[in-house]
């Protein structure tokens, strides 16, 4: 995914309502109406998330007679977990790498310590 895609996906997942229609959609396509069914807001509203997922490529909509279904678009969602992955893989080498020295220092026979005079363990 592209530092564009990115923003947009990370930014229309930011608003909890999004998440949740987006959590909603794992279970399977759904309609605008049973998407705004669970809130006290009106299908404008909900169409109106609706339209930040899509133009994050979060979602697609199709017209189904005068129904609107709204897709989920899991390559996009994968594209987010890549990238996280990426930075998570990142960070837990440095932390490993820290873990090692730290416990190099720790070790007794490492060079950086010095044995206590007149100290017997």
Do not use: C
């Not at 949740?20 to 109406?33: H, K, M, N, Q, Y």
């Not at 017209?63 to 837990?92: C, F």
Request: proline residues 3%; without cysteine; charged residues 25%.
């Amino acid at each position: 995914m592209a530092g564009h895609e990115l923003d947009r996906a990370f930014a229309a997942l930011a608003d909890g309502t999004r998440r949740d229609i987006v959590s909603r959609l794992t279970l399977g396509d759904a309609t605008v109406g049973e998407l705004a069914a669970p809130y006290d807001v009106s299908l404008q509203a909900i169409s109106k998330h609706i339209r930040v997922l899509e133009v994050a490529g979060l979602v697609s909509v199709t017209a189904d007679a005068q129904r609107r279904r709204v897709h989920l678009e899991a390559a996009a969602l994968a594209g987010l977990v890549r990238w996280i992955e990426r930075h998570q893989r990142a960070a837990e080498a440095r932390l490993s790498l820290l873990e090692a020295v730290l416990a190099d220092l720790d070790s007794p026979t490492s060079p950086n310590t010095t044995p206590t005079k007149g100290k017997t363990s």
